[in-house]
């Protein structure tokens, strides 16, 4: 910070002093109120100015903790945006853009019709597109506080919501428009707001309604914004008519949308007894706190570094009030300081209080807007104090930044949990999903017939919503015609003209194969004639599946024949047999049940009980209804009793 006159920090809100040297006329009091405070300089243009370069590249720690996920991959939600636009031919401004779910015009039906092509067939450059409006979202806010504050200070505060992990979510998902947009809204505002542009002000409040709801929030904290002062009461007047005005016409339309629409609001499908039960005090709370954690990068969840990031934030807090206590420089800063204060924090209550409506299901990327009025608060209370309690403050939240989870590596066979009902990592893992899923049957079909089935086979948990139905599918090769067939629903009718499965594989790379419907029919055939205690025909449909699936790498389905095989060969008499049939299909996918139960059969036949307990616990423990198992691990366990061991 260069000061321009002497006497140490700057206070906020102070108003410039008379008595200094003045140009040849004397400036109206609607001038000097536009003056920043003493020891405040005009900031240079931006192109100039080193400290907007500085918040624009906020945006690089954000994506070098994504680095590895498949970046802008369209996913659920985006299926029926894309759909809607792209096979439906879009449709009404005043609709739900292809959901049933809220008014967002601006980031569906505008920014789907515009970008669809773009989203399906290049995702990065999407990705890319967001990080570049997040940039610009934080270069506006610097600008916005920079009105009245020094750089350093101001660039503290516009990067605030970027250094958090919750904010990787924003630019990685095309449907985190409407939050991206709504801050990216809000920050115009502010902007246009410090700049004293009632119009353009109102244009970007009413970009950011048309994103999300929540710019009711900008709305309402636009015209109190403290980097400016108004004239006199008319122009306060005139802001606030402007705005109750627009948030008023656009709350009419909204209703108007909603009933001719149909649409509905997450709250009205919430009917679990429980969940109303809960106070909407316990809620507000809940949403609080987990927005304060969200914002250090800390998880629903604790984990144990967090210790050491809340003990350095408490020092950080504790050292700015002791020097507001002690010395009297930092009380008179902080009484300048209190708009600001005020400002922020009910920028920040206001913000996050309506979270309370999605409890219990948290998603930490909902406090990125709350957080430009913590920024606010924390700035405010820490800066006069000491600009090193600021900087401290910065590299404690990079810290946490840096500790929180980064992509996965492999889709799991379960999300990682972290208290929240979606964050991150479970971003990146249905994104990894979908790319592989797309990347797969557009190498082996990149056209489908019209009419065509496709299957899914043995899917990790919690992604089958990805796909959004049908609309994955209908969306990759445009036709409203071709659909997905669940496992259940080919074992049910395997006479459907299935095309092919695509079969997902935790312990192999790559996780995805795809499984010869004949195949699959073969092993459905095999395993009733094994209920039949037919195991002549049953071991020739093994046989048979075998011999008809093309891709080596579809191990979950050959260790599935494999241990089918083994099942039978053990009923039949053929010990060895099983076990060889087995142990190859323990080797190509290790949860493989049956396999697990025949070699443990064979092991507690050979007293090595050890070895058995342990390959029947694991079989239980993911299939606690299979009795089988269930009664050969007690005859284990007994055994194990007897002898000692």
Known sequence: MVARHGGGPPRLGDPPKPGRRQPPEEKRPAERAQEPPRGVDLPPPVWRDPWALASALAVVPLVLHSLGAPLGEPFADDFDYLRHELLEGGGSFFDGGGSTLWWRPLARQVYFGL????????????????LLLLAI?????????????????????????????????????????????????????????????????????????????????????????????????????????????????????????QRHAHLILPHQAITDPEVLAVPLSLRVVWALANSVRAVFSMAAVRERWETGIEAGMAVVLGAAIWRIVTDRASRSRLRGALPWISWGLAWFVLGTAPLAEVFPAWAPYRSAFGSIGLAAALVSLLAPAGSWLLAAMVGLRLVAFSLSPGPPRLVTAAPMESGAAFDFPKLARLEKFVRETRTLLQRHYPSLPKGALVGHHHLPLMTGYAFSGDKALQVWYRDTTIRWVSFEEFSARPDLPLLTLVEYQAHR????????????????????????????????????????????DAAVLLATIAAKRAILLSTIGDSLGAEHEALRGY????????SRYVIAKRRFAQGRLAEAQALLDTVVALGPGDKGAATLLGRVREARARLGR
């Open 115 to 130: 970008l669809s092509p773009l989203i399906v067939a290049r995702p990065g450059l999407v990705y890319a597109f967001h």
């Open 509 to 552: 790379e790559p996780q995805l194969a795809l499984v010869d419907a004949g195949a699959m029919r073969a092993l459905l055939r095999a395993m009733e004639y094994s209920k039949q205690s037919e195991w002549d025909a049953a071991l020739a449909e093994l046989q048979r599946a075998d011999s008809l699936q093309q891709d080596p």
């Open 587 to 594: 080797a190509l996918w290790p949860d493989n049940p049956d």
């Open 137 to 257: 979202a934080s270069v506006l806010l610097y600008r916005a506080f920079r009105r009245r504050w020094p750089g350093s200070w101001s660039a503290a505060c516009g990067t605030f919501f970027l250094l958090a992990e919750s904010t990787r979510m924003l630019p990685a998902w095309p449907s985190h428009m409407c939050d991206l947009g709504a801050l990216l809204s809000a920050a115009l505002a502010l902007h246009e707001a410090a700049c004293r542009r009632l119009a353009t002000a109102m244009i970007a409040l009413l970009g950011s309604l048309l994103c999300k709801e929540v710019g009711v929030l900008a709305a309402l904290a636009v015209p109190l914004f403290p980097a400016w002062e108004a004239r006199d009461r008319r122009e306060r007047l005139t802001w606030l008519v402007a705005t109750a005005a627009l948030v008023g016409g656009w709350g009419i339309a909204y209703l108007a949308v």
